[in-house]
């Protein structure tokens, strides 16, 4: 089983959709939580970390359910420019040690 | 701010040279870098964590006499290819981290070099 792990994809969506991306991660010990955005052949770059309390940044909500080892992420009224690939990445106390998950492609059209 | 540099952007070279890669962290100091590599398709893959001042620690199965990292100061951490292959080809990326700012643990990534083996 993989440390990580995300929906397959892709997801394709029309503009305005909202659309949910999931992952699952297997260290229970696991305390740093985040979302990275990468665009092709560019590097990743944080979209949000993730608490226990959820939260929410515009129009992208992020939630984590420790118990169920489940993270997931909302993208509300999706813009063409949310076209990206979606990494799930969870470090470590120290963050020494930081696993990321294969990503989830999505494109959005108009 | 928070802002990482690598050079050289993309590399070609032959079978069985060496490539030297470099990483900077341009307005922070980064006392842990990290050096990645992405194959087409797949997610990025932990190769090595660099602490400033001491040895790297590979991950498992990467070979340290093969990639050999260096973190010299506390802004420059460099990872050499060394005879390289085609198969050695991918999209390697450095990432380092600023206590100082920013969310806990979160890591500021460089724009990546491509190195292309012939």
């Known amino acids: 089983r993989k440390e990580v792990e995300q929906d397959p994809g892709p997801f394709n969506v029309p503009e305005g959709a909202t659309v949910a991306f999931n992952c699952t991660y297997s260290?229970?010990?696991?305390?740093?939580f985040f979302w990275y955005r990468q665009d092709c052949r560019k590097e990743p770059k944080l979209l949000m970390s993730?608490?226990?309390s959820g939260n929410e940044d515009g129009r992208f909500t992020a939630q984590l359910n420790r118990a169920s080892q489940y993270i997931s992420l909302l993208i509300r009224d999706s813009k063409l420019s949310d076209s990206a690939t979606y990494l799930c990445v969870v470090a470590d106390t120290g963050g020494f040690k930081t696993i990321f998950g294969a990503g989830t492609r999505l494109f959005v059209k108009a | 701010g928070a802002v990482v540099s690598q050079h050289p952007s993309w590399v070609i070279c032959k079978s069985g040279t060496s490539v030297k890669i470099e990483c900077r962290s341009l307005d922070f100091q980064a006392t842990t870098m990290f050096w990645y590599r992405q194959f087409p398709k797949q997610s990025l893959m932990l190769m090595a964590t660099s602490n400033e001042g001491s040895k790297a620690t590979y991950e498992q199965g990467v070979e340290k006499d093969k990639f050999l990292i260096n973190h010299a100061s506390l802004t420059l951490s460099t990872l050499t290819v060394t005879s390289a292959h085609p198969e050695d080809s991918s999209f390697y990326i450095c990432?380092?981290?600023?206590?100082?700012?920013?969310?806990?643990?979160?890591?500021?990534f460089g724009p990546g070099t491509r190195l292309t083996v012939l």
């Open positions: 990432s380092a981290r600023d206590r100082t700012r920013g969310v806990i643990n979160e890591q500021f």
């Open positions: 260290n229970s010990a696991s305390q740093s």
């Open positions: 993730v608490y226990s």
